[in-house]
Antibody, heavy 113, light 110 residues
């Protein structure tokens, strides 16, 4: 059974850094197209970042240069390193596996002073 | 950046049928956009109902179906049930890495 479990969210001050994780089971993260998606409070879904074959990565313009997606094969875990955080980065962050689009339960990141 | 547009809200009667659409600012939606449809209830993570235009997960109720309709992606809900009241989002793929979510549709069963 495929499972995705996010963790690492919390309250962080503007300008700070945070790393969220997505522990996977039932499949191998490094062999799959993995993404991070976020949802600001009361808002819709936003595609944030993706990592796929050969460690190719993609970032939405809103996070490019500040966020880094990566994966640890030994831990079968996906990460999103978030730097220079802004209030508008406040959201629930979900990881997803494609092509079947399985979701984790999300982790809340709040950027506020 | 492409914009993916959905109806802001739709109302359906219990037992009725409603079709949600997913349009692209770049032109017709085709199977090459691999349309996805997600359902999200308050306080819950989204769950995937439809992938690759019409394919269903094991947990997708039979009353949901995906298709292409009039140059748009479409999600049809037949025999609507009270538990189908939720927000629905589509997702289109514009390249291997670039994917865009729709604006979302709030479905009310009333």
């Amino acid at each position: 059974e495929v499972q995705l479990v996010e963790s690492g969210g919390g309250l962080i001050q503007p300008g700070g850094s945070l790393r969220v994780s997505c522990a996977a089971s039932g499949f191998i993260v490094s062999n799959n197209f993995m993404s991070w998606v976020r949802q600001a409070p009361g808002k819709g879904l936003e595609w944030v970042s993706a990592i796929y074959s050969g460690d190719n990565t993609y970032y939405a313009d809103s996070v490019k240069g500040r966020f880094t997606i990566s994966r640890d094969t030994s831990k079968n875990t996906l990460y999103l390193q978030m730097n220079s955080l802004r209030a508008e980065d406040t959201a629930v962050y979900y990881c997803m596996r494609f092509p079947l689009a399985e979701w984790g339960q999300g982790t809340l990141v709040t950027v506020s002073s | 950046q492409a914009v993916v547009t959905q109806e802001p809200s739709l109302t359906v009667s219990p037992g009725g049928t409603v079709t949600l659409t997913c349009g692209s600012s770049t032109g017709d939606v085709t199977s090459g956009h691999y349309p996805y449809w997600f359902q999200q209830k308050p306080g819950q993570a989204p769950r995937t109902l439809i992938y690759d235009t019409y394919k269903k997960h094991s947990w997708t109720p039979d009353r949901f179906s995906g298709s292409l309709l009039g140059g748009k992606g479409a999600l049809t809900l037949s025999d609507a049930q009270p538990e189908d009241e939720a927000d629905y989002y589509c997702l289109l793929s514009y390249s291997v890495s670039r994917r865009v979510f729709g604006t979302g549709t709030k479905v009310t069963v009333l």
